[in-house]
């Protein structure tokens, strides 16, 4: 495993993880720091890999860790300077996909605490966003109707946007609203149906954690879960099935684990031939995908901007069934709020279609209320996925954090029916979302017991210590005292999560 598992180690994808400093650096005498003045040279200049990745690089491969502002200052010592470039004239030339790309792939790279689901965590990890324009977005949207002439060595590739597209439209025209994914998962939280897509998804993102934190032989375990569990995950014909799988690839490619890429990528397609008809459009999907050349840094960069060209073409259609459809179907898309923020689907503009958005969740809440039998799963969900559709997309704080309180009323133990597990989940999820809002005032006190608590109920919901879920909220909670300034308990708090993932993964599936 420690022969194989360095080529996973953060790679040029186009968009580096950002370097944790507090968590690493330290001092470096001035030997130590001419010992990796070449490597730093040959990284930063001769390779023109960016800052962060450059000290990415240095801390996985080397063990060398500083923070930005040492690597500053020692390359202005070291008069070690880019080159600068003239832009070209505007229509001079033509462009290439990578320059096409770039912006989005850098659009991609969300912070970890810009979105906290019910089931998102934060990571140190994650760097800040470059936000695109609302203009930036329409012409995005608008280049979805387009037909290419790509006639290169990517249009193939491009053949991606088509099969998504056939994929949900397909689903959003037949699919019954009856059999509903995450409904089976609330039912039983402390035993997820291993056929659920969004939990391999999570699994993947423990895999570039595990790593993150050096524990390279957990995130092979980690990997060999996700592998597993894959076969089962292809056997769920569910329109959150192809997302779930093309925000696993683009994290990869992203984050640079191009050989965990490949191996996924094989292991997919083979399963897919194995279990899906020949035309269905995810094994042609994946076809596509493993032909494109993403060791290289153009192929990377088109097939971060392809994606993310599918997801916006996806967001669109979506937003047309909101207000076309009945509004209960909004079960076959909620992952639209939920996932919104992935890495992927980072600056989808969703609250651009607030008023179809709301108007669909109060109806369900309406039809929820006056039905032969009260779901008390369902309406807990309808009030969550508003509670997260006004703070993350819409970003009104205010109503979020009654919005918040109301769920917390609705889900304490001597309101919620029969403290069920169900409740306790979105219990949890709602004294996150509060906890948010605290952070934004500086109110560390009362944003740490709500997470706290928050991880009380999620063991609570899952029935155990040390399940993905909980380790994922205590992620959350190490990020929290490292905002706070309170490095020591953040160690504490990672080395417990990590001390848990291993349990997770010894314990095996279920």
Request: one cysteine or more; aromatic letters at 8%.
């Amino acid at each position: 495993m420690s022969t194989t598992l360095p080529v996973l180690a953060p790679r040029l994808p186009g968009c580096p993880p950002a370097v944790d400093d507090r968590t690493y650096t330290k001092e470096h005498t001035e030997e130590e720091w001419e010992a990796m003045r070449e490597v730093i040279k040959r990284l930063y200049i001769r390779d023109n890999r960016k800052l962060n990745e450059t000290m990415a690089i240095l801390q996985a491969r080397h063990g060398f860790a500083a923070t930005e502002q040492m690597f500053k200052k020692r390359l202005k010592k070291w008069n070690l300077r880019k080159r600068t470039y003239r832009k070209s004239p505007s229509g001079s030339t033509a462009s290439t996909p990578a320059q096409i790309a770039e912006a989005h792939c850098q659009s991609a790279v969300t912070s970890a605490g810009d979105t906290e689901t019910v089931d998102d965590h934060t990571t140190a990890s994650s760097s800040s966003p470059e936000e695109q324009s609302p203009e930036e977005v329409s012409d995005t949207s608008v280049a979805l109707i387009r037909p290419s002439n790509n006639v290169g060595p990517y249009a193939n590739l491009e053949q991606v946007l088509g099969n998504v597209f056939s994929w949900s439209q397909s689903k959003l025209d037949a699919y019954p609203v009856a059999s509903d994914p995450m409904s089976r998962y609330l039912a039983n939280p402390n035993h997820p149906p291993i056929q659920d897509s969004r939990t391999m998804y999570r699994t993947f993102e423990l895999v570039f954690d595990l790593w993150y934190h050096g524990k390279g032989n957990l995130a092979g375990l980690a990997a060999r879960r996700g592998f597993y569990v894959l076969e089962f995950v292809l056997s769920e014909d569910h329109p959150d099935l192809v997302w779930h799988v093309l925000d696993t690839i683009f994290d990869m490619v992203d984050r640079g684990h191009l050989q965990l890429l490949g191996l996924f990528l094989d292991h997919a397609t083979i399963l897919a031939q194995r279990q899906l008809p020949a035309q269905h459009p995810l094994l042609r999907i994946l076809q596509q995908l493993r032909a494109c050349d993403y060791h290289s840094d153009q192929g990377r960069s088109y097939l971060c901007h392809i994606l993310r060209q599918a997801w916006m073409r996806n967001v669109d259609m979506l937003a047309e069934h909101i207000e076309s459809s009945d509004p209960q179907r909004l079960w076959l898309y909620e992952q639209l709020i939920w996932d919104g923020r992935t890495r992927l689907r980072k600056g989808s503009e969703l609250a651009k279609r607030q008023d179809a958005m709301y108007h669909a969740l109060e109806t369900m809440a309406e039809a929820q209320d006056h039905g032969p039998t009260v779901d008390d799963s369902d309406r807990l969900r309808i009030e969550a996925l508003r509670l997260e559709f006004t703070q993350m997309d819409v970003g009104d704080k205010k109503k979020a954090e009654e919005l918040a309180l109301g769920l917390l009323n609705h889900t304490s133990s001597d309101t919620a029916t029969g403290g069920s597990r169900s409740s306790d989940r979105f219990h949890a999820y709602a004294r996150k979302m509060l906890a948010r809002v605290q952070q934004d005032r500086q109110e560390w006190d009362t944003a740490e017991q709500n997470l706290q608590y928050a991880i009380y109920k999620r063991e609570a919901a899952h029935g155990t210590l040390n399940n993905l879920r909980v380790i994922r909220d205590m992620w959350v909670l190490a990020a929290h005292y490292q905002k706070a300034g309170r490095q020591g308990d953040a160690d504490a708090i990672t080395a417990d999560a990590l001390s848990r993932a291993q349990l997770y993964l010894e314990q095996g599936p279920d």
